[in-house]
């Protein structure tokens, strides 16, 4: 008998006897109906995007709320400027020189919700890629020193302050992993919970029903930790110019 | 690397006596646990925490009544997402599954994310015997792979250290300059741990919970150190204990509440780092491969004698933070992977060494603090004495002991015995607390166990029912 | 005192005018004036107290240790005080103990699990149902919070663990202390941990045992409590064995005693309560008037 087999045998024996005191004979399981809601956010959109910035803050990540693309592409280019001159003042020592101080790693320009982040970095002498691979010990090498990520968001979730970002073509795991500091433009306000909508997530992005592949939620940074540190800019209410991308 | 003075292999009594003699270690442990345990217990009153557990608990124990046919759901998700699913009976048979996959995939070096299910079968020590080079990527399991140390607690491997120990151990192994800065220290170790992460050929990681619905595995971390152990290596390989299920994603965001909010008083962790299958077509990167282990290694033997209820546990570590005994002793003089009162609880049942594993269940007060932390409301009190009773039952009891309950029972049984043994424990008592000022303070063995630290009081000269009559007596005579 | 609010509550206590005394093996042979001041609290408040002789001990060493197959005691005191409830004899039992108390409620179920032992459980069912721990008895059943009772010093409070978390009893003590007169009360850090008695345990594992109690005095000596009340004498001699061991002038003193006006704080020569005495045999500050007999 396989192993798999024994395994299963086992627990089937021992869950058919009469005197076993434990699990409950008939536990249902919990329905969509009975499941509690842990914590919930309230109010239109612009309400939750606060509650989502108020819960991201508490972590220690900041938010903007922008109102165009133009105005997002600017937060975006200032809090890269702050960070870079923070890092500058900060520095003790030599200039560390990896030629990828200036590089941000991110998302396919297709699959991010601000349009023209390029150019717009270009224009402040930033470079900006997007890697088709990042497998090989020299593609990492391109990449392992950049110190910004930025990246689009899945849904995010008001009453938590998380993000849920799930990988696939174009959207990499890589810009929200690698580099020490990482903007995410979601592109709809915050959902007022997760559970559920998670749930159509999970379910919804694979063929055949089952999960995508990777999926992760990202809270705050806590600055002692081994980590990268986070901050996000947040365009929070969407207009014309923020496109959705694709539907839950 | 550094020889730690933690023998787990020790006996018990050393080990407890080299914890007790520890008052520092006691006091910065009790002030951690303190403070995870406020922490707890704050965030589970900022919702309704109750029906929370009440929920997690139904959702468990659904979990293990459909246990089976859930691993197979899970089996077959797994499989039709393009990962491979492996079973293991126990941590040998783990330990060769992992093995023959880094021989397959030519894998020479892994790094990990904390996990007790590798602790448990002691992954470590059979890949690094293999030749393997595996690195802890947790900080604080990096700092006790450092020290050469196993993990003193559930969710918080190193809080049997304080901060200056870790500055050593980083002045020591890392050539940090001396500092107490826990950001350069951090800073450092990060440094180091990139490096690792971006070279390794396979990494390895527990799992806190696998959806089966989904065919997802689930970890919950704070460093995210978890999602790089995941997506960076060629193969990743999750060990997981075949009770650590949830049947739908909404369950999984159900438990991942519950389990944040009892381990560290967190909403939601940093980062939940879900994984469903290896990378697809057109992704720029993810594992090549995807392996989960499904070990057993004792648990269907725990749901088979009586106590499944345990296999419930969500490894919050909430029971520990709550646990008297713990504070005072810590995670290593359990001589187990898993300490504090799940772990005297479980260590038994596991397919596992452990040194005079049958005294774990008698390190406990039976004081209840765990069972009312617990999310899932595991009775644990409760199957502390199970164990008791199976041991008595099974004859392991000790003789002396044996003996001394058969007379206490016989004694007291009989209104007349017990009467007059009151009596001469009176005359014995008094005599003794009479040469020592009023109480006593030395008795032979096994009293004397009570009388090195503690006085005990005198039996009462005249016992309550003795006072009892008189008074009925003189009621009559003012009649 | 009484108070005599809500028409339930003086209909249980028009009913109820006998209580059975389940004063525990510890209290009889270590303890009698507890015994007594839980008699005195209960015929000052019109409850007619029996003491059925024949009782002994509840029998939780025995399952403590895992010897649960003997069921003599727990036979013996079901047969003992069955009857007299059966009979309307009595209305209820009381024990000046929570953890005696919660032997009989709860834990006898455990020692009568077996199928083949029903007959036994449905008594210790029944019997659980009309068992009190004194605190108990007089705030949720008597309707009282205050019995009367003055205390001229700083009191604390330690929460014994089977009160407080299988009988769930905290606010009725805390109550019936709130409600002593002059005493001056005040928190103590740790209330709710253990202090490390817990039966065999003592004993079997004296050194974890004594590094617990030790954290407990040590809390206790913090709160410079002249007294440290609670609801279990067992627990009360561990804490004792250790204040006095090290020298410390508080001492525990059952819940029974301090509501029954049996301690006085000597405060001779303005001792500061913060100063802990070096020698163990220094004169106590705390003394028990009827050791004075």
């Known amino acids: 008998m396989s192993t798999r087999d024994d395994i299963l045998t086992r627990l089937r024996g021992t869950l058919r006897r009469a005197d076993l005191p434990f699990p409950p004979a008939n536990p249902r399981p919990l329905t969509t109906a009975e499941r509690m809601t842990v ?59 990896t030629g990828q101080e200036r590089t941000v790693l991110g998302w396919a320009p297709d699959r991010l919700p601000v349009t023209g982040v390029a150019d717009a970095l270009a224009d402040m002498e930033f470079g900006f890629i997007a890697p088709g691979s990042v497998l090989t010990a020299e593609e990492r090498e391109r990449v392992r020193h950049i110190r910004y990520g930025v990246t689009g968001v899945t849904a995010a979730f008001a009453s938590t302050g998380s ?60 600055p002692q930790q081994v980590g990268r540190h986070r901050r996000r800019t947040h365009p929070g209410r969407p207009r014309a110019e923020v496109r959705p991308r694709d539907s839950l | 690397m550094a020889t730690s003075p933690i023998n787990l292999y020790a006996p018990y009594k050393e080990r407890i006596d080299l914890a007790v003699g520890n008052k520092l270690q006691a006091n910065s442990i009790s002030r951690a646990t303190i403070k995870l345990s406020a922490a707890r217990v704050g965030s589970l009153a900022a919702v309704d925490g109750q029906e929370l557990r009440n929920q997690t608990r139904r959702m468990k124990e659904y979990v293990l009544r459909n246990l089976p046919d859930l691993l197979e759901t899970l089996e077959a998700n797994i499989t039709a997402n393009g990962g491979h699913v492996h079973w293991a009976n126990d941590g040998a048979e783990a330990g060769r599954i992992v093995l023959d996959i880094a021989r397959k995939t030519r894998a020479q070096s892994v790094v990990k994310a904390k996990s007790m299910a590798t602790e448990e079968i002691h992954l470590n020590a059979t890949l690094e015997e293999a030749g393997m080079r595996v690195v802890e990527s947790d900080l604080g399991e990096y700092i006790i792979q450092l020290e050469n140390e196993p993990p003193s607690h559930i969710v918080a491997p190193v809080i049997h250290k304080r901060l200056e120990d870790v500055a050593d151990i980083f002045q020591r192994e890392l050539d940090l300059p001396p500092t107490l800065d826990p950001e350069i220290m951090c800073s450092a170790a990060r440094q180091q741990l990139r490096k690792e992460f971006l070279g390794a050929d396979m990494g390895i ?42 049947p739908t994603v909404e369950d999984a965001f159900l438990q991942y509440q519950a389990l944040c909010r009892s381990a560290t008083g967190q909403q939601c962790s940093v980062y939940l780092s879900m994984t469903s299958g290896p990378r697809r077509p057109g992704d720029a990167d993810g594992p090549d491969e995807f392996h989960v282990i499904l070990l057993d290694n004792g648990r269907s033997d725990m749901l088979a004698k009586g106590y499944g209820e345990a296999l419930m546990c969500v490894r919050c570590g909430a ?102 043994a009151g009596k001469l424990a009176a005359i014995g008592s008094n005599l003794l607390a009479g040469m020592s000022g009023g109480e006593i303070k030395a008795m032979p063995p096994p009293f004397s166990a009570w009388t090195q630290s503690r006085n005990f009081p005198p039996f009462a000269k005249k016992s309550f029912r003795e006072q009892w009559r008189a008074r009925e007596a003189q009621k009559q005579q003012h009649r | 005192m009484v108070n005599e609010s809500g028409h339930g509550a003086s209909d249980i206590r028009e009913r109820l005018r006998r209580v059975a005394l389940f004063v525990t093996c510890m209290v009889d042979m270590l303890y009698p004036d507890v015994g007594m001041a839980t008699v005195e609290l209960l015929e000052r408040h019109g409850i007619e107290v029996i003491f059925p002789e024949e009782q002994t001990c509840c029998g939780q060493p025995a399952l403590n240790a895992g010897f649960r197959t003997r069921r003599i005691l727990a036979e013996r005191f079901l047969d003992i005080f069955e009857p007299l409830v059966r009979s309307g004899r009595v209305d209820a039992i009381v024990a000046p103990s ?48 205050d019995v009367g009772a003055h205390f001229d010093g700083r009191l604390t409070y330690h929460a014994c663990c089977h009160l407080l978390r299988e009988l769930g009893n905290d606010a009725q003590t805390r109550a019936l202390l709130n409600q002593v007169h002059d005493a001056e009360l005040v928190e103590l850090s740790g209330a709710e941990d253990c202090c490390g008695f817990g039966g065999l345990f ?45 020298g410390q002038p508080c001492r525990a003193v059952h819940i029974a005693e301090v509501l029954n006006n049996q301690v006085q704080v000597d405060t001779p020569e303005a001792a500061s309560s913060t100063a802990a005495p070096a020698e163990a045999d220094m004169p106590r500050r705390w003394q028990d008037p009827r050791a004075q007999e």
């Open chain 1, 39 to 97: 914590t919930r956010a309230e109010g239109d959109g612009l309400a939750l995007a606060a509650r989502f910035g108020t819960e991201l803050e508490k972590l220690h990540g900041t938010y903007e709320v922008v109102e165009t693309m133009a105005e997002a592409r600017m937060a975006l280019m200032s809090r890269l400027l702050a960070w870079a001159a923070e890092a500058e003042a900060g520095r003790r020592g030599p200039r560390p020189a």
């Open chain 1, 163 to 222: 993000m849920m970002m799930v990988a696939g073509p174009g959207s990499n795991r890589s810009a929200s992993l690698l580099p020490i500091r990482h903007i995410a433009h979601p592109h709809q306000p915050p959902l007022p919970d997760h559970g559920s909508v998670a749930g159509r997530v999970a379910r919804g992005r694979s063929p055949g029903g089952h999960a995508a592949p990777v999926g992760q939620l990202v809270h705050d940074h806590r």
């Open chain 2, 205 to 246: 990681s527990g799992c806190n919970f696998a959806i089966a619905e989904t065919g997802t595995v689930c970890i919950v971390t704070n460093e995210g150190n978890g999602r790089m152990t995941s997506s960076m290596p060629r193969v990743y390989v999750v060990v997981m204990g075949i009770e650590k299920l949830v």
């Open chain 2, 319 to 420: 029971c520990l933070n709550v646990c008297p005994v713990y504070r005072e002793i810590g995670g290593h003089a359990y001589g187990s992977t898993y300490s504090g009162p799940i772990g005297a609880v479980i260590s038994p049942l596991l397919n596992n060494h452990v040194t005079n594993v049958e005294k774990l269940p008698h390190a406990s007060t039976l004081c209840g603090a765990c069972r009312d932390a617990c999310p899932v409301k595991i009775d644990l009190p409760r199957l502390l004495l199970d164990h008791r009773a199976d041991q008595v039952a099974a004859g392991d009891a000790a003789w002396a002991e044996q003996r001394a309950i058969q007379a206490f029972v016989d004694t007291v049984k009989r209104r007349g015995r017990y009467e007059r």
């Open chain 3, 98 to 145: 929570g953890s005696c108390a919660t032997m009989v409620s709860h834990f006898y179920a455990v020692l009568f699990e077996d199928p083949m032992l029903a007959a036994l459980r449905q008594r210790a069912e029944f019997l659980g149902t009309v068992t009190f721990e004194l605190t108990e008895f007089l705030v949720d059943v008597l309707g009282v919070t």
């Open chain 3, 202 to 246: 003592a004993v079997k594992n004296a050194a974890i045992s004594t590094a617990m109690g030790e954290r407990k005095v040590g809390n206790i000596a913090a709160s410079r409590a002249d007294v440290v009340t609670l609801c279990d004498v067992s627990c009360m001699t561990h804490i004792n064995g250790l204040l006095a061991r090290t």
